[in-house]
């Protein structure tokens, strides 16, 4: 399975982006859909979490209420919608995949089964 990530760009500072997640390759069922993001100098952090299902989803309290993300299982895709973008919000965004039915929301980043290349977000202000 291979997963790509792609949306990223340059933004204003008060403005939206859409990240895509892209699944591709064998037939893996999946459990939460992840993202990831890591701004220059700091460590990857945990910002959003969906059930493939779709009915669920957790989220960072950095950025709770300005992100939505959400999960289109027939295409194998997740998107993360940002709204009033920050400059701290600049940093690598990565989608990962966790199969482990039934897995808790957080788990440590070797857990996760599939990873995507990073795409960047730079906003301005």
């Known amino acids: 399975v291979q997963l790509q990530a792609s949306g990223g760009g340059l933004a204003q500072d008060g403005g939206s982006l859409r990240l895509s997640c892209a699944a591709s390759?064998?037939?893996?069922?999946?459990?939460?859909m992840i993202w990831f993001r890591q701004a220059p100098g700091k460590e990857r952090e945990w910002i959003a979490a969906v059930r493939w299902s779709g009915l669920a989803t957790l989220y960072a309290g950095s950025v709770e209420g300005r992100f939505t993300i959400s999960v289109d299982n027939a295409k194998k895709m997740v998107y993360l919608q940002m709204n009033s973008l920050k400059s701290e919000d600049t940093a690598v965004y990565y989608c990962a995949a966790d199969t482990q039915w039934n897995s808790g929301w957080y788990q440590p980043e070797y857990e996760y089964d599939y990873w995507g290349k990073g795409t960047l977000v730079t906003v301005s202000s």
């Open positions: 390759g064998g037939n893996v069922d999946m459990y939460n």
